[in-house]
């Protein structure tokens, strides 16, 4: 067990939908990543908040956007669904920066009809 | 910016056998270095890492890795592998100081009785 919580751990939504993926860090650890995982792309950076504040983007689109709040749980709101975005999210905390581990949750499986 | 490439998409090997998952990276300096392992509906886990110091480094399950500067390799290694060891391994790569770890395609190891 990471520490690190993510819910719903399934979700199935329609086109044009607007989803909310949840995480709690693992105790202690001020950093919190999201990744996105697909067949085709592999495992995506999307975004990384530290204590609060974004830190670092990746391949994060525009309909997507997160935060991290004052418990440092973080939130991806992920708007106007398309169908390749149907993917498996992954949250990963750490202590600090790049220069800790990450620890993984068990992600969300999002489906897209 | 950094990457990373995992030059194998699959690998089948015998239990039994040795095994040997390779990672090339990409970046002006010495990165920090990482192995993490996906086991199917699971996250990711920490292997094992490497920051600096000894270039032989050793993780969990009986995995060690090696860092070779000159060839800008880090690849992973285990003397038997198990069944249980079948699973997807992720090669990834942390800029010291950045704020975000990069990873490997991934490469799929199959194990066979």
């Known amino acids: 067990d990471s520490g690190v919580t993510q819910t719903p751990k399934h979700l199935i939504t329609a086109t044009g939908q607007r989803v909310t993926l949840r995480c709690s860090p693992r105790?202690?650890?001020?950093?919190v990543y999201w990744y996105q995982q697909s067949l085709d792309q592999g495992l995506q950076f999307l975004i990384q908040?530290?204590?609060?504040?974004?830190?670092a983007k990746g391949n994060i689109l525009e309909r997507f956007s997160a935060q991290q709040f004052p418990d440092l749980h973080s939130e991806l709101n992920l708007s106007s669904l398309e169908l390749g975005d149907s993917a498996l999210y992954f949250c990963?905390?750490?202590?600090?920066?790049?220069?800790?581990?990450?620890?993984f949750g068990n992600g969300t499986r999002l489906t897209v009809t | 910016a950094q990457s990373v490439t995992q030059p194998d998409i699959h690998i089948t090997v015998s239990e039994g056998a040795s095994l040997e998952l390779r990672c090339n990276y990409s970046?002006?300096?010495?990165?920090?270095l990482f192995w993490y392992v996906q086991s199917p509906g699971q996250g990711l886990q920490l292997l094992l890492k490497?920051?600096?110091?000894?270039?032989l480094v050793q993780g969990i399950k009986g995995f060690e890795a090696e860092f070779k500067r000159s060839q800008s390799s880090f690849n992973l290694r285990k003397p038997s592998v198990h069944w249980s060891d079948a699973a997807e391994y992720f090669c990834?790569?942390?800029?010291?100081?950045?704020?975000?770890?990069?990873f490997g395609a991934g490469t799929r190891l199959f194990v066979k009785a």
């Open positions: 990834a790569v942390g800029v010291p100081g950045g704020f975000k770890t990069i």
């Open positions: 990963a905390s750490s202590e600090m920066d790049s220069n800790s581990p990450l620890h």
């Open positions: 970046y002006g300096a010495t990165p920090y």
């Open positions: 908040y530290y204590n609060g504040e974004e830190r």
């Open positions: 490497y920051f600096s110091g000894d270039t």
């Open positions: 105790s202690g650890d001020l950093s």
